[in-house]
């Protein structure tokens, strides 16, 4: 019903910086919010940023360095990422709560991923 598809990743050396993109197209009939995951190989998923009704939030380890922001008539979600450090390596996952329909449950989705390799 709805996909999600990121673009953006890449390989950048410390320091440096990358922006990702997710747009999602489908049935939407309205998202409620978008954000973004990263997983390591053997770690949990984890939390990288979020918005939601004009609010943002982000993980410690990525506050002050990344910045979420919206496109919401492209429903599309970007993720500024600046003084990337070895441990921003990951795989990073966009993902939306969305609802297809009015009075419809509104389920969360996810992207396929796009990979992020910071190395010098």
């Known amino acids: 019903q709805v996909q999600l598809v990121e673009s953006g990743g890449g390989l950048v050396q410390p320091g440096g910086s990358l922006r990702l993109s997710c747009a999602a197209s489908?049935?939407?009939?309205?998202?409620?919010?978008m954000g973004w995951y990263r997983q390591v190989p053997g770690k949990q998923r984890e939390l990288v940023a979020t918005s939601s009704g004009g609010s943002t939030d982000y993980a410690d380890s990525v506050e002050g360095r990344f910045t979420i922001s919206r496109d919401n008539d492209k429903n599309t979600v970007y993720l500024e990422m600046n003084s990337l450090k070895l441990e921003d390596t990951a795989a990073y996952y966009c993902t939306a709560i969305v609802g297809t329909a009015p009075g419809i449950a509104r389920y969360r989705y996810w992207g396929q991923g796009t990979r992020v390799t910071v190395s010098s």
């Open positions: 489908g049935s939407i009939f309205k998202i409620d919010s």
